[in-house]
């Protein structure tokens, strides 16, 4: 629960910034830092990583690259340390306390929702869309079920 | 990228809606921010037969209506006052009619130039436990504000 204002502190303590790397995630970070700045709080990064797909039988009979597991893990884990690096570097400029994490997960809204649980996080801040950008939908897919699920206030930014 | 220096904190009378104002408020005070609070008056609608005539007879006219929703308006508007008045933080009260509430919080929002929209994840439907309210969807849908969306 959000601290009563009597209580004397900062509403967030504690602020899960979840990053797809997408624009838009990239423009979130920065609304991430400057709250988190503003509030004295600490920010945890966290990228959530789709779980590896083994390949289906090509039955066109045709020759198709297939990733093999570790070389899925490896380009997915250089990814996500490419856009976590880029959170905690501006954290770090600003002075904000920043821990940065990626997490497997075929559900990227439950494993979201699980870290801030998990961390004692009290917020969250998260882009309004992620990698599918805005034409599809008028609120992205993941966001729109963090704030379904979540028990914690989310911040929505574009 | 600056701090958020102005907010807006839409209220529909309800505790949930309350609850988000307390919360904006103790942010506002953090941020050394400002506060706006509003309430939106959605336009009166006159109860129609199945042929689609309005009821000549109406127990309930235009200006009854706009009367009680103006009442309503100024509790709930007070209510967020008396909260921001707690943590010490500017606020004004503005109460917009003939708009859908999730219209009227974005037009407020452009006029009064606030950064950040602070509301309730729910306001007065019924499905609470289910989904996200749905002014508080329209208003993440089409707002270029950030919102936070407390519950």
Do not use: N
């Not at chain 1, 904000?96 to 990227?108: D, M, T």
């Not at chain 1, 992620?130 to 930014?157: A, F, N, Q, W």
């Amino acid at each position: 629960m959000p601290l009563d204002a009597a209580a004397g502190g900062p509403l967030f303590r504690h602020i899960l910034f979840p990053t797809d790397g997408s624009d838009i995630s990239q423009r979130a970070a920065r609304s991430a830092v400057m709250l988190a700045r503003s509030l004295g709080a600490r920010l945890t990064a966290l990228h959530v990583i789709p779980p590896y797909t083994p390949p289906l039988p090509d039955l066109s009979g045709g020759y198709t690259y297939v990733m093999t597991e570790t070389e899925y893990e490896r380009a997915v884990r250089a990814e996500a340390d490419q856009m976590l690096g880029a959170v905690t570097d501006s954290a770090a400029e600003a002075g904000v306390p920043c821990q940065a994490l990626s997490v497997v997960s075929g559900s990227p809204w439950d494993a979201i929702i699980r870290t801030a649980r998990e961390r004692g996080c009290d917020a969250i801040v998260m882009g309004s869309h992620g990698r599918k950008g805005v034409s599809g939908l008028l609120l992205g897919s993941e966001t729109t079920k963090v704030l379904t699920h979540c028990d914690i206030p989310v911040l929505v930014t574009r | 990228m600056k701090a958020y220096k102005h907010i807006l904190v839409p209220t529909d009378g309800t505790s949930l809606s309350l609850k988000a104002a307390k919360q904006a408020a103790s942010l506002a005070k953090d941020l050394k921010a400002k506060v706006t609070a509003v309430y939106v008056i959605p336009p009166w609608t006159p109860p129609m037969t199945d042929e689609g005539s309005a009821i000549a007879t109406l127990a309930f006219t235009e200006a009854q209506y706009r009367k009680d929703m103006e009442a309503r308006a100024s509790k709930a508007l007070d209510k967020v006052a008396v909260a921001a008045a707690g943590s010490k933080v500017e606020c004004d009260t503005l109460s917009i009619g003939g708009a859908q509430p999730w219209e009227g919080i974005l037009k407020a929002a452009r006029a009064k130039k606030c950064d950040l929209i602070v509301m309730a994840s729910h306001g007065r439907g019924a499905l609470r436990s289910l989904v996200l309210g749905s002014e508080t969807t329209k208003v993440l849908s089409h707002s270029r504000t950030p919102v936070l969306v407390c519950r």
